[in-house]
């Protein structure tokens, strides 16, 4: 059973420092792993969607990269602002079930 | 606007009784999803439609029904038989049951039991 992990669980970071958060899976065999943001009480929205055939995606400040054979995926924000300020979860679609297996996610904190 | 509307945001059930919560979209897909998110966890599927009149139970189906009746439609009703309901439920659609699909979610509804 694909099981998904994000660590760390919180980050706080000052105004326009660069991040990384992490994410690893069990099962390499996935369809895709996809980036979400998550804003208190809200629903999640699409951020980044790297198909396994795929090493990384790009969109504006920030770039997510896939490494099947170690199971993991990193979200590289570039000069974080407040507004980044959210939960960040991944998801990945494996290939048994072709159903979505979330991480707990990370709670990012950009301080002004 | 295209998307994906649930209703209502807030919901208070007593114990013993079934509430339904509602998602509607408007975007023409074809799948669709329910996922249910405890605080501080990720979501679990409930159930997903890849077509009408069509449905699979997820990871934690049990005390939970649905229907596909519509394509623009997927409710859930939430049963007494659910021990633990009080939880925030999301609801997602995306273009075909291709797992390569994006899915796209909905705002929510916040079920809480007195």
């Known amino acids: 059973k694909q099981e998904v992990t994000q660590i760390p669980a919180a980050l706080s970071v000052p105004e326009g420092e660069n991040l990384v958060l992490n994410c690893s899976f069990t099962d390499s065999a996935i369809y895709n792993l996809q980036w979400f943001r998550q804003d208190p009480g809200k629903g999640l929205t699409s951020l980044l969607l790297?198909?396994?055939?795929?090493r990384e995606q790009t969109s504006g400040r920030l770039n997510a990269s896939l490494d099947k054979s170690s199971g993991r995926s990193t979200l590289y924000i570039a000069a974080s602002q407040p507004g980044d300020s959210a939960t960040y979860l991944c998801a990945a679609v494996d290939t048994n079930a072709g159903k979505s297996t979330f991480g707990d996610g990370t709670t990012l904190t950009v301080k002004p | 606007d295209g998307g994906i509307t649930q209703s209502p945001k807030y919901l208070f059930r007593k114990e013993g009784q079934n509430v339904t919560l509602s998602c509607e979209q408007n975007l023409n897909h074809d799948a669709m999803y329910w996922y249910r998110q405890d605080p501080g966890q990720g979501l679990r599927l409930i159930y997903y439609s890849q077509i009408v009149n069509d449905f699979q139970k997820g990871d934690i189906a049990e005390g939970y029904s649905v229907s596909r009746e519509k394509k623009e439609s997927f409710p859930l009703t939430v049963t007494s038989a659910q021990k633990n309901p009080t939880a925030f439920y999301l609801c997602?659609?995306?273009?075909?049951?291709?797992?390569?699909?994006?899915?796209?979610f909905g705002p929510g509804t916040r079920l809480t039991v007195l």
């Open positions: 790297i198909q396994s055939s795929q």
């Open positions: 997602a659609s995306s273009p075909t049951s291709v797992p390569t699909d994006t899915q796209y």
